[in-house]
């Protein structure tokens, strides 16, 4: 791997470079930079702690302070009063110094006077570049209707713009982020046991867990990656299924080196195993569980020996995984799993994790899945609009088509919005407004998505910095970045759920004002609603004012931003604990009040009732299924272009057999790049990690490199984009997802195709 610096080096040197190094020296030059924004720094003394950072350099919000000299940020910490992260933050935690002070951030709104996609930027106003996104905008709306315009979003800069776009009539909107990402599996949770668990899983007081891919350690959430540490080290014995050696596989008593897109067979024969042994938890499965006789019935086909063919792996360890289990039920932790379009098979896989967890009993006792108690908190709602009558935005939500994927998350499916930008059926849609979304690199068939967004009247997008979407905007407005704006508020419980029950409310509070033009999303979006007509309907004047509704929306409490303020940005009460007093049973929000081991609605929409194993496409001669994970210091493409992060893994290297490299020619350290199935090749070229910790069939590299946009000048060609060799995706029949491991590539080296060898 092309680490340069041990962790403990790039730590000490990312604070020492905050701390001694004027930003002047620590930012490149930049002419549009005035001396004054980045005046040299003062002594230590002068160093201020503001308190109410949220960080946003993913998405777990862990709270921070910023060390603040001459107005200048100089260095992040986490907020000591946290209960969910402390003082701790991870490496792209605290190099959102280099997010804030990148000079490549976008500065002023710009109009593409370019291509779409080849864009030619010229600075424009606020006013210009407003007055032409209403009239952008406006223009769809009257030649279409208000359905002419979509949205995608993501992130909490969004949600006062979602509000908006849907006060004014536009029916499809979708967070592709959460389709492609937990959107299933928040809704197989949801209808197995009423509520979505999230990643609520106590690991640090489980004496056994299970990881079903869920790469912990790669996949970095601070509070989350402690859970499951804490856990090992109070003596948790660890089974990690991966097709990989992933950062949790390295931590476990049991590598389960799975063909992948087989765990369903796996689960279920685990689950067999607990059945046919009677090992399984009678007393949780009689009380809390409906349907069993017919799930016993419905998933007695898949036994232990026929599982192990398909899954390619020793029926023994299957038989040990499951008496492991066994023996440490109910305390056991059935990780739900987070991001799941894997392979269009999986809202029976992420049910078949929730019933395996029912049949040890696994649910709001130390180490199992946790029904959360969450504290309320408001937001901001636009007044209900009035339309006219021959409009409901009801009627044009692609909902009647939708209906197909009656198990779809919230929103409307994002392949179903493309294909419709692409083809105008059922009714053109020609403006398309995208809010923190990379949809190109975050979506599969990148080429469908480009086309879509060529064939738009009007694109408008708000970022913080160019990234491979911003490319395809005609107006691109800059934001303020999530250290300096007020967001949404976020709430949180203790992470450890044996520790004394504590909540939290933690709103995001600015730690510097912001730069240049950069502006946040109520002053951009209330300047766009007076321009199309809605001023009257605005229900807030500032992002201050809007967080401080938030808080007033809380129950039970009074909250503000002067009181959160006092609190050193975090408010926190006491909680309940989540785990069942003796004598009490689980409670459950579903039709039956119990776990749906059988869920009814399933048989209704034509689908199995039980946790189903579906077969998919194997790879084609001289390929391999192509996998991804993440980069530990990376957060998708959106952290690419961040100076430090670069510096410690600048690009993805791709991971091969070791046998197989043998058998290839190819060495550890041999630059190549891939080409797919359908001959796509990638642009750019990256390293071989050649290894015996993966499988033969497949090839495994982190999502998120590869960047087309030259004006991100660290990132640019930077390793290898797997998105770009998903040319083919399948569209999962319950809920509408896009599965991802569904392409196969074989290696390019000096310009010649090698194949796998089978
Ligand atoms: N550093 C960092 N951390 C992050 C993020 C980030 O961008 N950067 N993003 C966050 C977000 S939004 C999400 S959703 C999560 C995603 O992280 P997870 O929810 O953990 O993602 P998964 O896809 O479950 O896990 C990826 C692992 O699955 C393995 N795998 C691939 N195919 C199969 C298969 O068929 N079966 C099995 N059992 N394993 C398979 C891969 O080898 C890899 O180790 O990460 C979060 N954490
Ligand atoms: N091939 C492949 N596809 C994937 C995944 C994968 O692993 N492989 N992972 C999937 C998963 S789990 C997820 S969660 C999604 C992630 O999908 P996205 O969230 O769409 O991914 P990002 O690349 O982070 O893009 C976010 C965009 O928001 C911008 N941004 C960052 N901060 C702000 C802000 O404060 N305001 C505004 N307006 N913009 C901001 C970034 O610069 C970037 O352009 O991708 C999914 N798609
Ligand atoms: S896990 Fe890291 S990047 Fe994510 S919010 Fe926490 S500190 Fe920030
Ligand atoms: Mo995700």
Partial sequence: MALKMTRRRFLQSASLAAATIPLSKVVSADSSFTSGEFAAPGSFKDTKTVYGGVCEMCFWRCQLVGKVRDGQLVKLEGNPKSIDNGTALCARGNAGLKLIYDPDRLKHPMKNVGERGKPKWKKISWDEALDACAKGLQKVRKKYGPQGVALWYHGASAHYPTAFFEHIGVPNICEPAFYQCRGQTAIAMLKTLGYVPNEDVDMANAKAMLLIGTHIGENIHLSHVRNFITGKLRGAKIIVVDPRFSASAAKADVWVKIKPATDTAFLLAVMNYLIDKGIYNKKFVKESCNGFAKFKKGISGMTVKKAAKICDIPAAQIIEVAEILAKNAPNVAIHPGRHATWYGNDFQRIRAHACLAALLGGYDVPGGIQNINRMSAGHVHWPEAEFDDDYDPEDFALAEMAEKYPFRPPGTPTDMIRETMITGKPYPI??????????????????????????????????????????????????????????????????????KPQQFIAPRMPLVPPMFERKDPVWIINGLAKRMGVGKAIPVKTQEE????????????????????????????????????PGDVAEFNTESEKIELYLEELEEEGFSPVPVYTKVPEPPRGYARMIYGRSPVHSFNRSQNNAWLHHEIPENPVWLNDELAAKMGIKDGDRVSLENQDGVKTTGTTIVKVTPGIRKDVIYLAHGYGTDNPAMTVAHNQGIDDQSMNTRTVIEPETGCCGMRINFVRLIKDGKSISIPA
């Fill in 546 to 581: 809007y967080v401080d509704h938030c808080l007033k929306e809380v129950e039970d409490v009074e909250l503000s931003i002067a009181k959160i303020k006092k609190e050193k940005g975090i408010y926190i009460q006491e909680g309940e604990s989540s785990y069942l007093e």
């Fill in 430 to 499: 020609k403006g398309m407004v995208v809010w923190g979304a990379n949809p190109i690199k975050t979506f599969p068939v990148q080429d469908e998505t480009k086309k879509a967004l060529k064939n738009m009247d009007f694109v408008m997008v708000t970022d913080v910095s160019p990234t491979d979407i911003t490319m395809w905007a005609d107006i691109l407005l800059p934001e303020a970045c999530y250290l300096e704006r007020y967001d949404h508020i976020e709430k949180g419980t203790q992470w450890d759920c044996s520790a």
